[in-house]
């Protein structure tokens, strides 16, 4: 352990004396330093312990006593070491009530101590306690590793709590907690999502402290029984965002009841590097997966079931044997600012993430400047996009910047391997509507239970609609008939020529005529099913009503 003032004082070589300050004996020394200067403080740190003869400085005059001790006890040294035999045969008066009345330690050092013997007692007492906590650190670095190949994450957390005596939990890419050791810290790392959540907004490598003890609630060990409440809540948890890429893909959370020490340091680093490297040999595996998905993805679109499900295997066949969903992702953006597809890292981390914990398969393969997936119907995967768009949607009509991953998402409806290729058309129609509507997510069942005349405000359906149409109404506005109202009574009634001319109010005959002229001045035949749709399509884009 770091040399405190109470080693020293039982150092049998130093002969150290305690004149004041008696019960404050066990706090930490970081360094022994000598000074006769009359104002040291300019030049400590804290944490010093101040060796003097008292050359330059009047050790009798209370007043000026109390001056120097305050100034020291403020700038943080934590012990006055005096020597006696030099300036004076003891230490004045003056200076022990001094040190008494501001509780700072005082060690009456004799003649035959040198201070260089301290010295050397604190460098060597500070050396020992670094090497204790290297070597500490290696042992624990070795534990961690094998726990790491034998029982994977999971195994690493238990021995990481077990070494900093505290709990340790691993978020995935979406923020959800995946593993936590003792048992118990699952609950208590389930409160820090949001904050896991704003230290995911920073590039790797970042980390953040969050909370820390208000009481002396003891220490939890990795095997201790759930703590009090109290307790549990008191803890520092220190956070650690994992990966080598600008993302973050996991984070690591550890909590203690006090600040680490060198020792639990060591552990924690090595935790982040083992985590780290099983992160990124897993994205090579993952990269080589992706390579196999996108060759099945192709033979699903190219109708060939048979071969997919062949090339698919263990890895992907199960997804093939169920219904499906297809997504395509784009980022909102038309022009992407460098890595197109980093928009959509969130989404597919989410998907993926979901998927492992549900032991779900998801097949996501970049393309162009989209992203397909395919995952299961009613799957984990699929909610957690669903989830994941609309806390995007939010963001964006709540006025927040969600800038950098916004995104527009089609989602199909549910298929199975023959009918793949359908599938991919309905997401794409379906991303296209997202789109055009400002959307985020749209699904192409939602598209098909609602009605088509929402997508009639599209402007070049209106463009359209008005250049149909514009013969027709510059003939009413010259005063020669009402065409347009009669053309849209005519269709609204199927063509019935009575029921349309009562609900305009004139003769069928008249009507007749009128439906005439509009065949005559737009050059087509109502009798055609074509020009009939259209123009009402046309009559409801352009109505008022």
Not at 88 to 104: H, M, R, S, T, W
Not at 221 to 237: F, H, I, L, Q, T
Not at 258 to 280: K, N
Not at 347 to 352: K, T
Request: net charge negative; hydrophobic share 45%.
């Amino acid at each position: 352990m770091a040399p405190t003032l109470a080693s020293l004082v039982h150092h049998s070589a130093l002969k150290l004396t305690v004149r004041a300050g008696g019960d404050r004996l066990d706090v930490p020394v970081r360094w022994a330093h000598v000074s006769e200067l009359a104002d040291p403080v300019p030049y400590m740190e804290g944490g010093e312990l101040l060796l003097i003869t008292a050359l330059k400085l009047d050790a009798e005059d209370p007043q000026a006593m109390r001056r120097y001790v305050r100034r020291l006890a403020g700038a943080g040294v934590v012990g006055l070491g005096f020597a006696v035999g030099v300036a004076y045969d003891e230490i004045p008066k003056a200076l022990v009530e001094a040190a008494e009345k501001e509780g700072l330690p005082l060690l009456e050092v004799p003649r035959r101590t040198p201070f260089l013997a301290i010295s050397k007692a604190v460098s060597a007492a500070i050396a020992a306690d670094q090497y204790r906590a290297v070597t500490a650190g290696f042992a624990a670095q070795r534990e961690l590793t094998k726990q790491a190949l034998a029982a994977g994450p999971e195994g690493l957390l238990s021995a990481l709590a077990s070494q900093v005596d505290g709990w340790a939990a691993l978020y995935d890419a979406s923020g959800s907690v995946v593993a936590a050791a003792p048992e118990w810290a699952g609950r208590r790392a389930a409160r820090l999502t949001a904050e896991v959540e704003r230290l995911r907004e920073r590039p790797t490598p970042a980390s953040a402290v969050v909370g820390g003890p208000s009481g002396s609630a003891p220490a939890q060990g990795a095997g201790d029984a759930k703590p009090a409440e109290s307790a549990e809540n008191a803890d520092r948890v220190e956070l650690h965002s994992l990966g080598a890429g600008r993302r973050p893909r996991a984070t690591l959370a550890v909590g203690t009841a006090a600040a680490l020490g060198t020792a639990e340091r060591y552990a924690v680093h090595s935790a982040i590097a083992l985590l780290t490297l099983t992160m990124e040999r897993s994205r090579s595996l993952q990269a080589a997966e992706q390579r196999l998905g996108a060759a099945v993805l192709r033979m699903l679109l190219a109708g060939e079931p048979d071969h997919a499900r062949a090339v698919a295997g263990d890895l992907y066949g199960e997804l093939l044997d169920a219904p499906f969903r297809v997504l395509v992702a784009e980022p909102a953006s038309t022009k992407p600012a460098g890595d197109p597809l980093a928009g959509l890292a969130g989404l597919v981390d989410v998907a993926e993430s979901a998927a492992a914990r549900s032991g779900e398969a998801v097949l996501v393969v970049p393309e162009g400047g989209r992203l397909v997936a395919l995952a299961a119907d009613g799957g984990a995967a699929v909610a957690a996009c669903t989830r994941y768009a609309a806390a995007r949607e939010g963001k964006r009509t709540g006025g927040g910047d969600g800038d950098e991953d916004a995104m527009v998402v089609g989602l199909s409806a549910p298929a199975g391997p023959i009918a793949a290729a359908a599938a991919y058309k309905q997401a794409e129609q379906a991303l296209s509507v997202a789109r055009r509507r400002g959307r985020v997510l749209v699904e192409h069942e939602q598209l098909a239970a609602g009605s088509v005349l929402p997508l009639l405000a599209d402007d070049a359906v209106k463009a359209f609609a008005d250049g149909l149409l514009r013969a027709l109404r510059e003939h009413d506005a010259n005063g020669r008939g009402d065409l347009v109202a009669s053309l849209r009574a005519w269709l609204s009634r199927h063509g019935q020529w009575d029921a349309a001319a009562a609900d305009l109010g004139v003769h069928r005959h008249t009507l007749r005529y009128r439906m005439r002229r509009v065949e005559e001045i737009l050059g087509r035949s109502l009798d055609d099913p074509d020009a009939r749709m259209e123009l009402w399509l046309a009559l409801k884009a352009t109505s008022t009503e």
